[in-house]
């Protein structure tokens, strides 16, 4: 299974403070999307949902059914970004599309060339779910912007 929920971009310091506001142990709390919103600059439950269901899907957040909870001791930068392009839906797809250019590829480039399955999934995840994707394997080094578009791998 990979996961679907990609809240806004962030950087490495939103990831941290978004992971130190989980609880460490489920009971803690019973609203652990009110607590993201009240500690850190996550101010929409639903975005909150959205943090928790990808910080499960990087692995540094466990949901045991009763609430979610801080899995790991520390933020391991590497396996993160590893996790992310095992684990988050539809990043071995883009890196795939990327990995077949010379060139940089614009968002629109990107999405024309998926193949129909991985579009439509894509497409179906949310509004705006490939540039939140594309934004996030910037953060994890897994793609590069700049002006002409996106290249597979790090600057």
């Keep these: 299974m990979r996961y679907r929920q990609l809240p ?7 990831i941290e403070a978004v992971w130190q506001s ?6 803690e709390t019973t609203d652990c999307c009110a607590r993201l919103c009240d500690r850190t600059a996550v ?18 957040v466990t949901d045991d059914g009763d609430g979610y909870y801080r899995s790991v ?8 970004g590893d996790r992310f392009e095992t ?7 883009v890196l795939a599309v990327l990995d077949a250019e ?15 399955d991985p579009l439509r999934g894509i497409e179906r995840a949310r509004e705006g779910y490939l540039a939140r994707l594309l934004a996030w394997g910037v953060v994890f080094e897994r793609f590069t912007a700049d002006g002409a ?7």
Aim: aromatic share 8%; net charge negative.
């Design 22 to 27: 989980v609880p460490t142990d489920p009971a």
């Design 73 to 80: 001791d520390s933020l391991d930068t590497e396996a993160l």
């Design 43 to 60: 101010e929409r439950r639903e975005h909150a949902s959205e943090w928790l269901v990808f910080l499960s899907a990087l692995g540094c």
């Design 149 to 155: 578009g996106y290249t597979a791998g790090a600057a």
């Design 87 to 93: 684990q988050v839906f539809g990043v071995s797809e």
């Design 8 to 14: 806004p971009a962030g950087d490495w310091s939103t």
């Design 102 to 116: 010379d060139g940089p590829l614009t968002t629109a480039a990107i999405r024309s060339r998926l193949e129909d």
